[in-house]
Every structure is written in C-alpha cells, then in structure tokens.
C-alpha cells in the first residue's frame, strides 16, 4: 500500500519557492480548538470527543484550520512537525485541473473541447478520436483500468511502476466518451502530459512559474517522478510533495476565486467552471474538474486524497481544513468528510 512518506523512495524533480514568503497569522493560544472543538466518532457508543484526540486516533499526521488568514488550530502527529514534507495523494490532481485553466487562459490550449489526439498522435485511429479534455477532466473519457492491455494503469502498476511514459498509450477507451464517470488515475497523467506538450514544459516547472512562486510559498516542493532518467515523468495523479502549511496556500487561492493578493493567478471564470457540477453527459454531481463540490447548504468543495487528504473550503466562514493523514485500511472518506463539517459547524 502507498505509505506518506513513500516520496523518499522515488526521484524527484523540484520546485522552487521565491524570494519572498506569505504568512498566515497565528492564532490567539487561549482559543484551545484541540480541546473545545469536538466531534462524534463512528463507534456504535460514540460520544463526543475533542478533537486532539480524535486527530490521533483516526491516525492524523497534519491538520490546519485557517479562517480569515488565520491559523486557528494545527496538529500534528508526533512523527512530523509545521516543516515536515507530506505527500499528496490524489490531492495533486486539483492542481493539474488549475494549471489547465491558466494554460487554456494563456492560449497554450485552446479549450476544454480539444480533442486529446491533437496532442497525442500515438492515440490516432484507437478510439480516442471523440474524446476531449473535458473529458479527462471529468472522468468520463470511457478508459477503465481492467480492460487496458496488459492492466495497464492499475493503481498499483501505475504508482509504482517505472514506465509510465511508455506504458499510457497502451490504453484503450471501454465505454463512449462523455456517458459514463469512471474515476481514472489515466486520466490526470493524459492531462498532465498535454500540459507539457503544450507549454514545452515540465508539470513541476510550470506549477514552479505559475502557481509556486507566484503564490510565494514557504518552502520549495517536489514531484515524484516513475523514473530516475533527467527526463524523467511526474507522476500527475498523486505524488506532488509540500509542506501542510503550502497546500493551506492553494486552498487560499480557490477561496479567493483565483485572485492572490490583487493578482489574478487562475481566470475566475475557471473558478467559476470547476465549482459548477451537472449530472449531464455522464458527470456526477459532486465532483468536477478533480474537485469534490457540497454539500450544496455549504456551498463548500475541496480536493481528496487517499487516507483521508483535504484542502477543504467553505466559503461563507472564509474555512480552510487542510488535512493529511497516514496509511489507514479502514479509511472512510464519507466519515472523515462530516468530520470537517462538523469542525466548521463550531467555528
């Protein structure tokens, strides 16, 4: 299974902080959340417990609530402090999704209705001419694991596997395009590679240029790579490495509808798209453009990973969580999403 800290065992390419660093401000210490916040846990005789002890219990390696700019409460495992790296999981997958909406604003791309086999000639005459990136943003390209060519892109093949470059254009779409939601790691790496096909730059570089410095992170960051060549492939769909207070960041970003400090950073009208879910052509209704939406009285989304990963926004308290937890078979995403519910629902 994949472990938090399996970033040590891949190369990776880096990504540069800036000159300059955004700070969150602290919080006032006699707020005391860990020990006034409480939450309901999912055993048969639940009570309510505080939430320190329910962050260690449901084995919890870093937790952020930030309102207003503000760190309110932050936990973390005894294992790892506020300068230890975490591994995204899925999570990493928000970010292909906003560098699509700068590359498209940039003119790099032409838009969401671009067929994919403009970029990728080894998919002609394969199936692939109907699909689109909206598509693949979506999930609902008709790729399914099982019934790639050898299993290709199985989840364990494609996390550990060293010959991800190669190993993608052995796929073949299993059902039509834009009529079925098929969660699919392929879809993101397909994604990723168009940026790079577009913008003749590395995904690491170019969230490095548009996002990464711009957003003036904290420390540099890095991309788990499926190989140790120089030219090497990021693995798109997970593995972007970072510090818990630095994705607080990119939560801070879609918050702020894409505007950082008075710079517009990903078109609002991008914002605005992904945030908008439909159950048209196949979508589903919680989730788009690799963001998870509701519920709708929240009016709260947040990008998911695996073992209970969130950058969660509510915007009507201006509510950041982010979240990052350990390997957990009993992981349960719906449990541990009214969890942060339940947190903003005390703040």
Known sequence: MPESDDYKLFASRKIQSGNTAFHFFKHDQNLNLGKNIEVDSRKIDATAQPLNEFLKEYKTLSLLIIRNDTILHEYYDQSISDTSIVSSFSVAKAFISALLGIA???????????????????????GFEAVTIDHLLDHTSGIHYKENKNHVGGVQEFYWGKNLSQDIFNIRPYYVPGERFEYSNINTQLLAMILKRATGLSVSKYLEEKIWKPLEMEY????????????????????????????????????????WNGKQIIPEEWIDKTLHSSKENGQRLTYHYNWG????????????????????IYPEKKVI???????????????LYHTLLQICDQL
């Not at 593995?239 to 702020?256: H, I, Q, S």
Request: glycine letters at 10%.
């Open 220 to 259: 540099p960051a890095s991309w788990s790579l499926s190989n140790n060549e120089a030219d090497g492939t990021e693995k798109a769909f997970c593995c972007l490495n970072a510090r818990t207070v630095d994705f607080a960041k990119f939560g801070r970003l879609y918050l702020n509808h894409g505007n």
């Open 293 to 312: 939406i509701g519920p709708k009285k929240y009016g709260s989304f947040y990008a998911i990973g695996l073992y209970g990963q969130f950058i969660y």
């Open 104 to 126: 498209i604003a940039e003119g790099r791309i032409q838009g969401t209705e671009t067929k994919i086999t403009q970029y990728f000639p080894e998919l002609q005459n394969q």
């Open 321 to 335: 969580i982010v979240r990052f937890g350990k390997a957990d078979l009993n992981y349960n995403p719906p449990f």
